[in-house]
């Protein structure tokens, strides 16, 4: 509703009251229509046939409202009588615009309302009019009249209340039309205007009928209420009355029908009861006003309901892959042309999974809710987080629309791994599904598998080749399949956005070649075995100093290398067809691994070759036709600079030392000569501590032969030459781990001790007679052997008894079987000559893994947490055997470097948590471990508005501001209470908001900055708001966010809803003269009264 004055010369006069009409006849409507049909003022001759298509019942029947009906608005001027300088009104503003109000309130239950102009003519001529001069003054002042309804407020010289003009009579669209009232009726006090305009959309008196048209004739409405849809008001729901002038139904009987009148309805508006009685029309009177107005009286209205509602979403349909929709709600009036200032509400008509988000996808606090813009339009976006149809709705007050989104499966890639579990033949298959291009793991949906080797034992369709996993935080999928026995499998996997969806292959999948394990690895209590690549015998293994790997030369073909945890191969090197030990006895190469694991040296018929392990490239020096193909054994000294061999006989027994070798390699020196021998070296171990060499031979000069254990310095002195007896032929030595002993096979069937200067210690009796090799665990506290013909036995130095036997290795065991413990002394490898495989024996009890952590204490102060330490165990954790999880979320596998080191970080709220780690060896060992930690504030950062305490998540508010293109400020202070300083950094903001000075600003304890915040003076009415987070930009990064908002209004806005009209008028008027802090004192100078009216005249309308 809309208001224009063309006068602002406003009398605040009161409105005078009157229980009844001033006149008793006080509307002549019918009079006026018979006097232009000739019949003069007396003659009360009626109309009965049809004056257009609204007097048929049926089509008045169709144009009956209700509440779904469209509103009419019916666009009229009030045209308000001066004298010629603008005095003595008609009526005052105020009486007008509650005349108004009485009006829409009159009308309001038959959905039509009244859109006003007021003009205040001056015209002394027509100030007080006579009844000749009423077409004269018409057409004078009139405007407007093919658009709107002119009525004419004066001081009528002749005793009637007003008239109006039928919309059938030809001058209804013309200057001499509309309505014409006396000042005297006119005023919320009065119904004159409500009955006056019933007859501009239409309507006849009630007592038409009977009073206004010759009795008893055809157009005569009878008491019986015969033909009541064509006679009297062609109401038939309107009952027959004569004139009457009270609240009560009319006394007498109706002579045409000889009935009473009955109830009839005296308090009909189109009666001529009093004001106080007149309240209400009949359903079928609505329907004749909605059936003139939509036809012959169509250009005087607005049809509020005509406006339409659009919400569109684009696109309709969404990837769930952080892609958002724009919804856009359109507002448009029955012309198609926008309409801005429409408040939106947007909404989910059933909540769907997703977010409120701006056009880049970051959360806000809510849907972008407002006015529609200058295109009539209102925009915001939705980040959808689930699959299938959410339909949304935009709602105004001039109606509603829907439209639906769909949340569609994203485009996804997909990595799997397999790592055997702790079971024999049983794999675990992990896989993970992160959205193509951004990398980001999926949280939802499940994947679908399947498998050409073996069965899934779990998931959905378990068990099976098939099966459906859900994806877990982290998009990680788990799932085990079974194998019958070890191979290569393809594995198809495809993923199901809908969790819910039926468990089927999809039409886009990734396959995946694996190898699915099958044997007894995981298992080491059992005889596991690690077999080579180049198809020979593996008869030489070391795993030197370190023992992290383990290495093995397959006679004539190369050299592999294991990891010693894992068991998995991770280096070959071809020997490239130099033949190592080719042409050899089988128990004749030489073979040792450097402590340091950096490279292996090895001997062949004639040359010495050394292989680098980190380039994988090989060095060999050839030695000559005097030497004899064969070999005694080798070692490297611990530093890994010097590799000492022997060669066999016949001759003296020499043993060397070299450099490292290149092709011009020469001899370093000459560790010993046993001249006058015909000797044979078994075998050659260096102590750890580099400080000793021991050498263990056979002179086959004296018969029976004789066996010997030479222990020279690294000088080649002879510190001791100790005899082990006759007739025998020793086999393997080696060192304890702190060099004070070395350790013979005497091949006697048993094991001799020795201390480092050749002082017998102690020896003990093998169950079986060995012959083999000999090494020394780690530790010092065990010594393994091995037992020809039936395996690997282990025996506790302390006492000599065997605490442990590895059975079934077959074979002959001789000098040159192998033995050699892992780096923790938990597993032994053992292989003995013309096998192909190497065994894997774990002598002991398995224990569970044993996790260390650095401990840093419970409190934390930063956004990350990192937790440092080691897993230790029996049989070496499998990969990614170490998972942990944060406050019982699902675990995460993190992977473990060289001896057992993790490091872990993590994102860390505020509060108390618990941290679980959880480790897992290849046995199935588990062992759990959880630390306490809470995240606290390095520093405390408090904001605050003039003295007001801002929290996290408030709202800081410019309040109301005049909109007068003024910028609007407001000032946050941001003070350090804490202990730590904190480093704070410039917040961004969003348009219509930014900052006049924000300084980056480093604050120690109890110091303070200010944030200047600018409101854009340009903006529209209404309120605005953003999200402002100011970061503690130091290494602790404590987040702090809050509403901006202000309200911007308009001159004149009395009530704050961006339009000033008679709302506003009102609530100036109503709260005329001294007024502290009400809204009607626009000025704020504590009085109401024409300074805040003239605010209201002058800023009319939207803004």
């Not at 009104?89 to 005349?99: D, F, I, M, R, Y």
Request: proline share 8%.
């Amino acid at each position: 509703m809309t208001l224009s004055f063309a006068l602002f010369a406003v009398a605040l006069s009161s409105v005078p009251a009157f229980a009844d009409p001033p006149f008793e006849n006080w509307c002549t409507t019918q009079e006026a229509w018979e006097a232009k049909q000739g019949g003069g003022d007396a003659s009360p001759v009626g109309t009965c046939p049809p004056l257009g298509l609204c007097d048929d019942p049926a089509t008045r029947d169709e144009n009956i409202p209700n509440a779904d009906t469209p509103v009419k608005m019916v666009r009229i001027i009030f045209n308000v009588l001066t004298e010629d300088d603008g005095s003595n009104p008609a009526a005052s503003a105020a009486t007008v615009l509650a005349q108004l109000e009485k009006m829409n309130a009159d009308f309001e239950p038959y959905q039509i309302q009244f859109d006003a102009t007021i003009r205040f003519v001056a015209s002394s001529e027509f100030r007080n009019p006579a009844e000749d001069e009423i077409d004269a003054m018409k057409t004078a002042i009139a405007t407007d009249v093919g658009t709107a309804c002119n009525i004419f407020i004066a001081n009528l010289q002749f005793p009637v209340c007003g008239f109006a003009t039928f919309p059938w009579d030809p001058d209804a669209l013309e200057a001499v039309g509309g309505v014409i009232v006396h000042e005297l009726c006119f005023g919320p006090e009065r119904t004159t205007m409500t009955h006056e305009m019933g007859h501009i959309l239409g309507l006849w008196h009630t007592h038409h009928g009977v009073s206004e048209v010759e009795v008893c004739s055809a157009c005569y409405e009878r008491a019986d209420g015969a033909d009541g849809d064509t006679t009297g008001d062609l109401c038939s729901d309107t009952p027959a009355t004569p004139k009457n002038f009270t609240c009560f139904p009319p006394t007498g009987t109706d002579p045409c029908s000889g009935l009473s009148w009955g109830p009839t309805m005296p308090e009909n508006h189109m009666g001529f009861g009093p004001d106080s009685c007149r309240t209400e029309y009949s359903a079928q009177q609505a329907g004749r006003m909605h059936c003139w107005a939509s036809t012959v009286l169509s250009g005087w209205i607005d049809s509020v309901g005509d406006e339409t509602v659009t919400l569109e979403i684009t696109p309709p349909s969404v990837p769930l892959d952080g892609s958002v929709a724009t919804l856009v709600a359109t507002v448009l009036d029955g012309d198609g042309t926008p309409l801005p200032d429409v408040f939106v509400t947007f909404d989910q008509i059933e909540p769907c999974p997703g977010a409120w988000t701006d056009a880049g996808g970051t959360p806000q606090l809510g849907p972008n809710d407002g006015p529609t813009d200058e295109n009539g339009e209102r925009t915001t976006f939705f980040l959808p987080a689930s699959l299938g149809a959410c339909e949304f709705a935009a709602v105004t007050e001039v109606g509603s629309a829907t439209a639906t989104l769909t949340g569609v499966e994203p485009d996804v890639d997909l990595e799997l791994i397999v790592e055997p579990e702790a079971t024999p033949c049983l794999n675990e298959v992990i896989i993970a599904a992160s959205l193509a291009g951004s990398g980001e793991p999926l949280s939802f949906g499940r994947v679908h598998l399947t498998t050409t080797l073996g069965t899934f034992v779990e998931g959905d369709g378990a068990p099976g080749p098939s099966v459906c996993v859900d994806l877990s935080t982290g998009g990680i999928a788990r799932v085990n399949v079974s194998v019958p026995a070890p191979g290569i499998a393809t594995i198809t996997a495809g993923f199901l956005a809908d969790a819910s969806a039926p468990c089927a292959a999809t039409a886009d999948c990734a396959t995946f070649e694996v190898e699915l394990c099958c044997d007894c690895i995981a298992m080491l209590t059992s005889d596991c075995r690690l077999t080579g690549v180049f198809g020979d015998e593996l008869g030489s293994l070391d795993t030197g100093e370190q023992g992290v790997h383990v290495a093995a030369l397959e006679s004539g073909r190369g050299v592999v290398v294991w990891d010693a945890h894992t068991f998995e191969m991770i280096q070959t090197i071809p020997s490239g067809g130099a033949a190592w030990g080719s042409g050899l006895p089988a128990d004749a190469p030489a073979f040792a691994y450097a402590y340091d694991a950096a490279r292996i040296g090895l001997t062949s018929v004639t040359e010495i070759a050394t292989i680098d392990l980190t380039t994988s490239g090989v060095t060999t020096f050839a030695f000559g036709s005097d030497w004899f193909p064969d070999s005694g054994g080798a070692a490297w000294r611990p530093d890994g600079e010097r590799f000492a061999f022997a060669r066999r006989r016949p001759g003296p027994v020499v043993t060397y030392r070299y450099d490292e070798f290149t092709a011009a390699a020469t001899l370093a020196s000459t560790l010993h000569d046993l001249a006058g021998f015909d000797n044979q070296t078994r075998d050659i171990a260096y102590a750890d501590d580099g400080t000793r060499v021991a050498v263990a031979f056979v002179d086959f000069e004296p018969d029976p032969d004789a066996a010997f254990l030479v222990i020279l310095d690294t000088d080649g002195v002879v510190i001791d030459e100790i005899a082990l007896g006759t007739g025998v032929v020793p086999a393997g030595i080696d060192w304890s781990g702190d060099s004070q002993f070395v350790a013979v096979d005497d091949g006697t069937g048993g094991v001799q001790r020795f201390d480092r200067n050749g002082e017998f210690v102690d020896d003990y009796p093998l169950a079986v007679a060995g012959g083999g090799d000999l090494a020394y665990a780690p530790g010092g506290e065990w010594i393994a052997s091995h037992l020809p013909g039936a395996g690997v036995a282990v025996h506790e130095v302390a006492t000599g008894a065997e605490v442990a036997r590895l059975e079934g290795l077959g074979g002959v065991a001789t000098a040159m079987s192998s033995i050699a413990w892992r780096g923790d002394g938990k597993v032994l490898f053992a292989t003995t000559p013309g096998s192909t495989e190497i065994h894997i024996f774990a002598p002991f009890d398995v224990e569970e893994p044993q996790i260390d952590v650095m401990d840093t204490g419970p409190l934390v102060v930063g956004p990350t947490y990192t937790l440092t330490g080691n897993v230790t165990d029996d049989t070496g954790l499998r990969p990614g055997g170490l998972e942990w999880s944060l406050d019982g979320a699902p675990p995460v596998a993190t992977p473990l470097g060289p001896g057992g080191a993790f490091s872990i970080t993590t994102p860390l709220t505020f509060g108390p948590h618990s941290l679980c780690l959880v480790a897992r060896d290849i046995a199935g060992n588990t062992r759990e471990r959880c630390v306490a930690i809470e995240r606290t504030v390095s520093g405390k950062l408090v904001l605050q508005l003039g003295e007001t305490r801002i929290m996290d998540g408030d709202a800081a508010d410019f309040g109301p501001q005049p909109g007068d293109g003024a910028p609007a400020l407001l000032t946050i202070t941001a003070r350090n209470v804490g202990g730590f300083p904190l480093d704070l950094a410039c917040p961004t903001l969003a348009p219509p908001f930014g900052f006049v000075e924000c300084p980056p600003a480093t604050l120690a304890g109890d110091e303070q900055a200010e944030f200047t915040i600018s409101a854009d003076p340009t903006l529209a009415c209404g309120n605005h708001q953003d999200v402002l987070q100011i970061m503690d930009d130091g290494p602790f990064q404590n987040p702090f966010a809050f509403l901006v908002r202000v309200q911007i209004s308009c001159p004149g806005d009395a009530d704050g809803d961006c339009a000033v009209g008679i709302t506003d008028l009102l609530t100036v008027l109503a709260s005329w003269g001294p007024c502290v802090d009400c809204a009607g004192d626009l000025n704020d100078d504590g009085d109401v009264g024409i300074v805040d009216l003239l605010l209201v005249l002058s800023g009319w309308g939207g803004c």
